[in-house]
């Protein structure tokens, strides 16, 4: 059976004809699509002219009905990229006829991508249901490729591990929606932002790299939870001034106030004041309220130097048992009077940081385990050294005193807060304080975990030297 449709055979246009059946086999075409090849095209099957990413989009085609029509673009054999109508023409008993009307729109396409090459934005296309893609340079310098990204398991390759699964997800969710953006990290810490669209059973991304936004925005997250975080010691040293202060002024004032109204009209003959007993235990209480006023005054200062780092120098290279010995030293008065034991497991490292700071960090939490030790019990503290990671130590403080309940694992790190009462144990509650401090200042971390009874252990990191 011959078909002729002179009306569609364009030999002198730069439109393209294709007729075939629907067995794929081609039965009519144009000059202008011969000219393309060097082999004869009747009777071969239109795989032979199209690219292996056509094939999924050609089956497609091929289930169109009678008078039906799709707009797509197609890839030749010779790779040159077409413009295609494709209609269902005919459908006689089990035979339909298929005509394609294309035009080559390769030099467009490498015009367009030249732009994304210079402006080095990316263009990437996926064929849906296929694991082929195709990218521009402007992709693969994005990615960090050195050649085209040709498949989509390839593609996912590039993504960071922990994004990729995500990644993926994302992809196959957006697909559903025709049109979607989503962000993503990369291996080589580039953050890129994909555009995509569904056109034609194809995936069509745009890329472009969005580095620079990402890391302005996570500074300013970091810089956001600093000023929280002020904010918070703001309120916390309003509170200190407003009431931990208050109190031992309200002491002297108090009691200076009882003196007065006590020996104001008691006089000896010669008009001097007569001060008893009574008036002498005012005046040891005046002066004690004085002494707390004047701890409390040191270790806000204390606190505030921990939280500046006044002429501390944090890149200093030291050996971590200097700074334990330099501790040592300050509590020379309290380890001899306390029958206390300190052990260390292993070898100290070398670290980075500041020795004075950190002997500072040492002197507090030994000095808490020999306040808060248990009844006649020697005071146990054992440090240990483990390597947490290949820039970090994890340092832990064990002891065993009287531990404290893990509610107020938060709470004793903030200044002036106590777990007892000043007539229990002596102290301002700003030691663990300065330690947080401290450690902060390092950019470190710190946390602590205790059983009543049992004993408390207190970690924080350092940096490797």
Same mark, same amino acid.
């Given at each position: 059976m011959t078909l002729t449709y002179s009306q569609d055979m364009f030999n002198n246009s730069s439109l393209m004809f294709l007729l075939i059946d629907n067995a794929g086999t081609i039965i009519q075409h144009n000059n202008s699509l011969k000219k393309r090849f060097d082999y004869k095209l009747i009777g071969k099957n239109i795989n032979n002219i199209f690219s292996n990413s056509c094939i999924v989009l050609l089956?497609?085609?091929?289930? #169109?009905?009678?008078?039906?029509t799709i707009k797509c673009e197609l890839i030749l054999s010779s790779d040159k990229k077409v413009k295609a109508e494709i209609s269902c023409i005919k459908e006689k008993n089990s035979i339909k006829y298929f005509k394609f009307y294309m035009y080559d729109i390769s030099e467009y396409d490498e015009k367009f991508q030249m732009i994304f090459d210079v402006g080095e934005i990316g263009m990437w296309q996926w064929e849906i249901g296929t694991d082929l893609t195709h990218s521009c340079d402007g992709m693969n310098y994005l990615f960090g490729s050195t050649g085209e990204i040709k498949s989509y398991t390839e593609f #996912?390759?590039?993504?960071?591990?922990?994004?990729s699964s995500r990644v993926d997800a994302l992809i196959k969710e957006g697909i559903k929606k025709n049109k979607?953006?989503?962000?993503?990290? #990369?291996? =080589?810490?580039?953050?890129?932002?994909?555009?995509?669209?569904?056109?034609?059973?194809?995936?069509?991304?745009?890329?472009?790299?969005?580095?620079? /936004?990402?890391v302005n925005v996570k500074q300013m997250q970091i810089n956001m939870k600093k000023l929280e975080?002020?904010?918070?010691?703001?309120?916390?040293?309003?509170?200190?001034?407003?009431?931990?202060?208050?109190?031992?002024?309200? *002491?002297?004032a108090g009691f200076a106030s009882l003196f007065k109204r006590r020996y104001e009209k008691s006089l000896d003959s010669k008009e001097n004041y007569i001060i008893d007993k009574k008036g002498m235990s005012y005046i040891d209480i005046i002066l004690e309220s004085c002494k707390?006023? @004047?701890?409390k005054m040191d270790d806000l200062l204390a606190w505030s130097r921990a939280a500046r780092g006044d002429n501390e120098v944090f890149n200093q290279i030291f050996n971590l048992n200097d700074a334990l010995i330099e501790a040592k030293f300050s509590? =020379? *008065?309290?380890? @001899?009077? @306390?029958d206390c034991q300190i052990s260390v497991v292993g070898q100290m490292p070398n670290v980075k940081g500041s020795k004075t700071m950190i002997a500072q960090v040492?002197?507090?939490?030994? *000095?808490?385990?020999?306040?808060?030790?248990?009844?006649?019990?020697?005071? /146990?503290?054992?440090?240990?050294? /483990?390597?947490?990671?290949?820039?970090?130590?994890?340092?832990?403080i064990k002891d065993n005193g009287i531990g404290f309940d893990m509610k107020h694992a938060k709470r004793i790190f903030t200044a002036f807060q106590r777990l007892h009462a000043v007539n229990e144990y002596s102290g301002t509650g700003i030691g663990l304080?300065?330690?947080?401090?401290?450690?902060?200042?390092?950019?470190?971390?710190?946390?602590?975990?205790s059983e009543i009874g049992i004993g408390s252990i207190f970690n924080f990191t350092l940096g490797k030297a």
């Amino acid at each position: 059976m011959t078909l002729t449709y002179s009306q569609d055979m364009f030999n002198n246009s730069s439109l393209m004809f294709l007729l075939i059946d629907n067995a794929g086999t081609i039965i009519q075409h144009n000059n202008s699509l011969k000219k393309r090849f060097d082999y004869k095209l009747i009777g071969k099957n239109i795989n032979n002219i199209f690219s292996n990413s056509c094939i999924v989009l050609l089956k497609q085609s091929l289930k #169109l009905s009678f008078n039906e029509t799709i707009k797509c673009e197609l890839i030749l054999s010779s790779d040159k990229k077409v413009k295609a109508e494709i209609s269902c023409i005919k459908e006689k008993n089990s035979i339909k006829y298929f005509k394609f009307y294309m035009y080559d729109i390769s030099e467009y396409d490498e015009k367009f991508q030249m732009i994304f090459d210079v402006g080095e934005i990316g263009m990437w296309q996926w064929e849906i249901g296929t694991d082929l893609t195709h990218s521009c340079d402007g992709m693969n310098y994005l990615f960090g490729s050195t050649g085209e990204i040709k498949s989509y398991t390839e593609f #996912l390759s590039f993504i960071n591990r922990n994004e990729s699964s995500r990644v993926d997800a994302l992809i196959k969710e957006g697909i559903k929606k025709n049109k979607f953006r989503i962000i993503f990290k #990369l291996k =080589n810490e580039k953050y890129i932002s994909l555009k995509c669209k569904v056109y034609h059973n194809t995936l069509i991304g745009i890329a472009w790299d969005i580095t620079d /936004k990402m890391v302005n925005v996570k500074q300013m997250q970091i810089n956001m939870k600093k000023l929280e975080q002020n904010n918070e010691e703001l309120e916390q040293f309003a509170y200190i001034a407003s009431h931990d202060l208050r109190e031992p002024l309200m *002491g002297i004032a108090g009691f200076a106030s009882l003196f007065k109204r006590r020996y104001e009209k008691s006089l000896d003959s010669k008009e001097n004041y007569i001060i008893d007993k009574k008036g002498m235990s005012y005046i040891d209480i005046i002066l004690e309220s004085c002494k707390k006023m @004047s701890l409390k005054m040191d270790d806000l200062l204390a606190w505030s130097r921990a939280a500046r780092g006044d002429n501390e120098v944090f890149n200093q290279i030291f050996n971590l048992n200097d700074a334990l010995i330099e501790a040592k030293f300050s509590l =020379n *008065g309290k380890l @001899s009077n @306390s029958d206390c034991q300190i052990s260390v497991v292993g070898q100290m490292p070398n670290v980075k940081g500041s020795k004075t700071m950190i002997a500072q960090v040492f002197q507090n939490i030994i *000095g808490n385990a020999i306040k808060y030790k248990k009844e006649n019990q020697p005071v /146990k503290i054992e440090i240990n050294v /483990k390597t947490l990671n290949e820039k970090k130590y994890l340092i832990s403080i064990k002891d065993n005193g009287i531990g404290f309940d893990m509610k107020h694992a938060k709470r004793i790190f903030t200044a002036f807060q106590r777990l007892h009462a000043v007539n229990e144990y002596s102290g301002t509650g700003i030691g663990l304080a300065i330690v947080k401090k401290i450690i902060e200042k390092h950019g470190e971390d710190i946390w602590a975990t205790s059983e009543i009874g049992i004993g408390s252990i207190f970690n924080f990191t350092l940096g490797k030297a």
